[in-house]
């Protein structure tokens, strides 16, 4: 078990990364907006990202702006992260406010303001993932009269719930949950 020492050591080094990957980030923002003469709006910055990748834009239906940025992937590589993920995000921002909505995410306007922040302009971070968990995804057995389908768990519950059915595109029979058998080592 970690003493209270270790733990206020860890707390203090994550809060200075969350401090200095807002600084940024805001640093960033104002620099670009100032170059591409625009306003750009609030954003909110989270760390509440998840899974494989290292952050993500988000426009919300009020167009409000989000950046959220993988708090695992940021503990494990610190000085990389910020140096390229912050950048990477915040021309995802600078992009849909100086260009709009229909410009490829990885494109031309994006790589512009990449240029800008004279960061590096690859699509996909490389940071090893081997300490960040992975979601699971179940899949269901389900079986028509030709073969044996694999079902996500919001088709499952759908089709539980009664809410719908699908059907084989081969054979057009109802897909049935498939039969479980019991494991046998004879």
């Given at each position: 078990m970690p003493d209270r020492q270790t733990t206020s050591t860890k707390f203090s080094e994550l809060n200075a990364l969350f401090q200095q990957a807002e600084a940024l980030t805001a640093e960033l923002l104002n620099q670009a907006a100032?170059?591409?003469?625009?306003?750009?709006p609030a954003v909110e910055i989270r760390f509440d990202l998840r899974g494989t990748a290292a952050g993500q834009v988000r426009l919300h239906r009020n167009r409000t702006l989000e950046i959220r940025y993988n708090?695992?992937?940021?503990?494990?590589?610190?000085?990389?992260?910020?140096?390229?993920?912050v950048p990477h995000e915040v021309a995802h921002v600078i992009a849909y406010c100086a260009f709009g909505r229909r410009i490829k995410p990885h494109g031309?306007?994006?790589k512009s303001v990449m240029g800008l922040f004279n960061a590096d302009t690859r699509r996909c971070h490389s940071y090893p993932v081997s300490t960040v968990r992975r979601r699971q995804i179940t899949r269901y057995r389900y079986v028509c009269?030709?073969?044996?389908?694999q079902?996500?768990?919001i088709r499952h519950n759908r089709i539980s719930r009664?809410?719908?059915s699908y059907s084989c595109i081969h054979c057009n029979q109802t897909?049935?949950?498939a039969v479980k058998q019991?494991?046998?080592?004879?």
């Open positions: 100032q170059h591409f003469d625009i306003r750009v708090l695992q992937l940021l503990a494990d590589n610190r000085e990389e992260f910020i140096a390229r993920t031309k306007e994006w009269g030709c073969r044996t389908h079902l996500s768990a009664g809410q719908t897909l049935q949950p019991a494991n046998r080592s004879d």
